[in-house]
């Protein structure tokens, strides 16, 4: 996430000086925690959280858990993901629901901070949780709030209670009890009351947020709050706490070109848990918050978890396997990408899923964000304007039907005959990893592991045997013979099929889900 971009940073960078240490020094150790000191401190942590993380790095760190390891350095990862783990709540919090419906919850925050939009996600979230939400409009005091919560409440298919017009008009507390009321009849399992905020603290808004929650007894209470707010976020959240006393706290903007300092120190300040994060515009942009992962990504070890779990809504099963099947038989058609495109398009964030793959180097990166999501729909225009003979036989598509397909979806000739160009390439690329290998990826370097071709050991030794061929016309046919057999020894696909077992990082993992990711990754 855009949000830990400079810690992930810096962590990772000042870890990584450590790779190249058989052991591990009193004064490697310090240099470490310095760093990390600066790194946490420079990403607006609290000065407390920062004091309690680094002894505990340092203490460990200089333990028989770290002097007696094989390898110290990575030893000393697990510890710094360890204690971010920690300070981030250890375990999940999920939502705890009323035993006798509905479920009510309260947000509260500062203005600014995304509640309404976040009430709308919430909302789409748990109507795919199969729930039935209720909005509440209870934020009357901002201009056109009530509106915005209609239409986020319309987009999100969720039901929406607004009796007021709100912009200063109507009784928050009232509404807010009526709204609760509403909802047992119309048997809704959920209510989510959305209540106002102001540009700063103030004892006007916390008496009206305290009385909306002596009117409607909520189960939960959720404190959202801006990731960009920087060290402002400890003193807010200490106010919202004795002000209202929330349960949760729910981090938005985790896009954004924050520090991140707010997530790393809200819960050791409060005590109160994460329970969910909100990392885009789009009312999908949000999940469940999960320790573990987001330590994992802080550090850049990747989120193979969260990720499965995308996919695993984005993508459908049959057309992933009919697509793969058209890629075996090389009978892939412009069909078949065209279906492939409406689920990457149905995926929202892609960049954001595909980077959440462990070990993505610097140029991968590079290459996710200067990646135009936008070119997906103008490729999807392009295939819509063509005709069933066309996009199941491109073959057939010459100059006078480029042209026509052009001016349907509202482009050039070139941009026709560019896009045939990147599907042909992508067919390829597609039909290379289907079949088990993993090519080199245009702008993104070698991918680790594959071979797109010969590897460098192959042809190392095709090299030194080629500066030693021998002049007797039999020898020099053993040796070539020979160089073959190496070769085959130690060609294979991507993930190593032909050479030594490597151990495969994703084993842990339940079997239904390693076939999820193998299959984005395109290697069955």
């Known amino acids: ?12 960078e000042t870890l990584a000086k450590l790779r190249s240490k058989g052991r591990l020094s009193a004064s490697d150790v310090d240099g470490t925690v310095r760093e990390i000191r600066r790194a946490l401190l420079e ?24 002097s007696k390891a094989l390898n110290p350095a990575q030893q000393v990862v697990s510890i710094v993901n360890d204690e971010l783990v920690r300070i981030l709540g250890s375990e999940q919090r999920r939502l705890e629901f009323a035993k006798q419906p509905p479920t009510v919850i309260m947000l509260a925050g500062l203005q600014g901070a995304g509640k309404t939009t976040l009430a709308g996600k919430l909302a789409k979230w748990l109507t795919g949780e199969g729930h039935t939400p209720l909005l509440v409009a209870a934020d009357l005091q901002r201009p056109n709030a009530v509106n915005q919560l209609q239409v986020v409440g319309e987009r999100a298919e969720a039901a929406v209670y607004a009796p007021e017009p709100g912009n200063g008009v109507g009784d928050p507390v009232k509404v807010a009890r009526d709204g609760v009321k509403l909802a047992k009849q119309r048997q809704h399992d959920v209510v989510i009351v959305d209540t106002a905020g102001r540009l700063g603290v103030d004892a006007e808004l916390m008496k009206q947020a305290s009385n909306i929650r002596k009117a409607v ?3 939960e209470v959720l ?17 919202f706490q004795e002000g209202v006393d929330f349960t949760g706290v729910v981090l938005t903007k985790l896009d954004g070109d924050a520090r991140g300092g707010a997530a790393l120190s809200i819960r050791g300040v409060t005590g109160k848990p994460i329970i ?16 573990d992962r987001m330590a994992n990504r802080i550090l850049d070890l990747g989120d193979v978890l969260t990720l499965i779990e995308q996919a695993q809504k984005a993508f459908d099963e049959e057309e992933a396997k009919k697509s793969a099947e058209a890629l075996m038989n ?44 936008g070119q997906l729909v103008k490729f999807e225009a392009i295939i819509q304007s063509m005709t069933p003979q066309e996009r199941r036989q491109s073959k057939i598509l010459n100059g006078s039907r480029r042209l026509r397909i052009a001016r349907g979806a509202g482009v050039t000739v070139t941009d026709i ?3 045939m160009k990147q599907f042909d390439q992508a067919s390829k690329t597609a039909r290379t990893m289907a079949k088990g290998g993993m090519p080199n990826i245009p702008g993104m370097g070698p991918v ?23 002049g007797n016309p039999a020898k020099r046919l053993q040796q070539e013979a020979a160089a073959a057999d190496r070769a085959k020894q130690h060609s294979g696909s991507a993930f190593g099929a032909g050479q030594e077992e490597s151990p495969n990082p994703y084993s842990e993992l339940p079997d239904a889900e390693q076939d999820t990711l193998q299959r984005m990754l395109g290697n069955r």
Request: proline residues 4%; neutral net charge; aromatic residues 8%.
């Open 1 to 12: 996430m855009a949000a830990f971009g400079s810690l992930s940073s810096r962590l990772t």
């Open 276 to 291: 969910f994060a909100s990392n885009g515009e789009g009312l999908d942009d949000f999940e469940p918050f999960h320790p």
């Open 330 to 373: 090389d009978s892939y058609t412009l069909e078949d990408f065209l279906g492939q495109l409406q689920q990457m398009r149905k995926a929202a964030n892609f960049k954001s899923m595909l980077s959440m793959l462990p070990g993505a180097n610097k140029q991968m990166k590079e290459a996710l964000e200067n990646f135009d999501e």
């Open 448 to 470: 680790p592991g594959a071979h797109g071709g010969k590897s460098q050991r192959v042809k190392k030794q095709q090299k030194k045997v080629k500066g030693k061929r021998s």
């Open 43 to 66: 990403a607006d942590v609290s000065l407390d959280v920062v004091k309690e993380f680094t002894a505990n790095v340092r203490e460990r760190a200089l333990g028989a858990e770290v």
């Open 217 to 219: 007894n909520p189960d």
């Open 223 to 239: 404190f959202v709050i801006d990731s960009m707010i920087g060290q402002d976020a400890v003193a807010t959240a200490k106010a």
């Open 417 to 419: 005959n560019q896009f």
